[in-house]
């Protein structure tokens, strides 16, 4: 009977399995690595924009859902690709539903930072 890490132990090596796949996002995702750059510009941005912690925190959290996301999808489509590199109608879906859940994560930033510079810059 082989024995369970428990602990901090578990929680250590827990760490360890999430930097290896923020460092396998980083060198195998283009779009990951274009949307964390994209995150780390927009945070000065978000400190400016924001007029109290909340607003600043809600910011932020749509930039980390983005990433969230993508790292989600990118780990569906290599779950797809590893099954089968070969064209299957449920496969191409897969891959289809994972890109427009990216897709909708930014159009929250986006309608998001616009309501934001709304209420901070807008008429009235």
Not at 54 to 80: I, M, Q, R, W, Y
């Amino acid at each position: 009977m082989a024995s369970e890490v428990k602990g901090l132990i578990r929680i250590w090596k827990a760490c360890g399995y999430s930097l290896q796949g923020l460092h396998a996002a980083w060198r195998h995702e283009a779009a990951f690595r274009q949307e964390f750059t994209l995150t780390l510009l927009l945070l000065p941005a978000a400190w400016w924009l924001a007029r109290d912690v909340p607003e600043f925190a809600l910011l932020v959290a749509t930039l980390l859902l983005v990433l969230v996301v993508e790292l989600l999808n990118s780990g569906l489509e290599t779950l797809v690709d590893r099954v089968g590199m070969e064209h299957h109608e449920l496969s191409g879906r897969a891959k289809d539903l994972g890109s427009a859940a990216v897709l909708l994560s930014l159009v929250l930033v986006a309608v998001v930072w616009a309501a934001v510079a709304w209420v901070r810059f807008g008429p009235g």
